[in-house]
């Protein structure tokens, strides 16, 4: 029920951001509190949820879905953010998009408390943004134990570059 709920909010907006990407907007999601506590709930009861110690969420979209998270579990969440979004020392690193090229900063302070950590996103397609955290979270000696996203294109194979779990609530 709630696959559904959830496939019926999401659009789909053709050539966007460039010609060939069929872009999977979970605005809406924000707009329905049912279903986005609904949402919020199963993405929490991963099993290792249990075993992180923090939530890594990823800019911007993996923020409204990641303190939803931490608040369910009572667990901490540090934010992976695009470029020139925080302040301090930072640890930061480049990857490609399907359809582009940016990076992600992680304050360096923010990782000195946890060892395992949580990664939330909105959607996994080519994996580059989650290996880019993935990467920031290993080069400090700190583990990766699970990923949860909304959406995933699994026509992209996103999650066969990873060494921890994934778990989605829809597929495209």
């Known amino acids: 029920m709630l696959t559904s709920a959830l496939k019926n909010l999401i659009k789909t907006y053709p050539n966007f951001p460039r010609q060939g990407v069929m872009f999977r907007d979970l605005s809406p999601l924000f707009s329905d509190p049912k279903t986005y506590s609904s949402v919020i709930k199963s993405m929490a009861s991963a099993d290792f949820f249990e ?65 395992k950590y949580a990664i939330v996103d909105d959607l996994l397609a080519t994996g580059g943004t989650v290996k880019c955290v993935s990467d920031i979270i290993k080069s400090q000696g700190l583990e990766i134990i699970g990923l949860s996203v909304v959406i995933e294109l699994t026509k992209f194979t996103g999650k066969s570059k990873f060494d921890f779990p994934v778990i989605s609530q829809v597929s495209y």
Request: net charge neutral; aromatic share 4%.
């Open 51 to 115: 075993a992180a110690n923090a939530i890594i969420a990823i800019d911007a979209r993996g923020f409204l879905l990641g303190s939803g998270i931490a608040l369910e579990i009572g667990k901490p969440m540090v934010l992976a953010r695009k470029p020139g979004k925080l302040p301090g020392d930072l640890i930061s690193k480049s990857y490609n998009l399907e359809y582009g090229e940016n990076a992600l900063s992680i304050q360096k302070e923010e990782l000195t408390a946890h060892s």
